[in-house]
């Protein structure tokens, strides 16, 4: 069965510090891997997506920058850390192709920036 | 942009039945998921409607209008369990894989 791992759980950093969250993928292949940020009381805001090593889209602008560096290996990074970047970070998965291409997500990450 | 409305609270007695109501603007329509979140935990996907009618899952059941851009969940015997955030989301074109989201709607069981 699929899993999907997220680490660390939770983070505090002080403005202007950089960021770098992980998550993987296990037992499945050439997933599409998202990265979501969740802000306190509001819906899912879409950072980025990949559909492959090294193939980013990045959905909004912002400070915050993404890498596929394995196929199920997927980096969220900052390199200053903003008030505003707060929030629950969920990573989620899919099987591409398939004709509902379901999301699954992770734990999550939550980070506070003080 | 891609607008996604629901409710932003709701509240039922235990053993009751809630709907929760989704209306969405938005540029193309292929497909449209339910996500139930617990408070401090990831979404957990619930169902998920293409074509008009009802989708039924034991005590959830899912229902799409496409012509009128609506959608409703519904949650029947409330259990305490079910107190969390539902959320809509659409997906908007059949070429990519992205998904938009609702706000969410806060469902609280009482007792």
């Known amino acids: 069965s699929q899993t999907i791992h997220q680490w660390p759980a939770t983070l505090v950093q002080p403005v202007g510090s950089p960021l770098s969250l992980e998550c993987t993928v296990e037992g499945t292949s050439n997933p599409n891997l998202y990265w979501y940020r969740q802000a306190a009381g509001r819906g899912l805001q879409l950072l980025f997506y990949?559909?492959?090593?090294?193939?980013i889209s990045s959905e909004v602008p912002q400070n915050l920058s993404a890498s596929r560096p394995q196929d199920r290996q997927f980096i969220l990074s900052s390199k200053k850390l903003l008030l505003s970047d707060s929030g629950f970070y969920l990573c989620a998965w899919s099987v591409p192709g398939q004709e509902k291409e379901t999301q699954y997500f992770g734990p999550g990450t939550r980070l506070l920036v003080l | 942009g891609q607008n996604i409305d629901q409710p932003t609270e709701m509240t039922a007695t235990e053993g009751a039945i809630v709907q929760i109501n989704c209306t969405y603007q938005?540029?193309?329509?292929?497909?449209l998921f339910w996500y139930q979140q617990h408070a401090g935990e990831a979404p957990t996907f619930l169902s998920y409607n293409v074509l008009d009618g009802l989708e039924e899952k034991g005590r959830f059941s899912s229902f799409l209008s496409r012509s009128k851009g609506y959608s409703y969940l519904l949650l029947k015997e409330l259990q305490m369990k079910d107190s969390a955030s539902y959320l809509c989301?659409?997906?908007?074109?059949?070429?990519?894989?992205?998904?938009?989201f609702g706000a969410g709607t806060t469902v609280t069981v009482r007792a």
């Open positions: 989301a659409v997906r908007v074109s059949s070429n990519d894989y992205k998904l938009s």
């Open positions: 938005t540029s193309g329509f292929n497909g």
């Open positions: 990949s559909v492959g090593i090294g193939q």
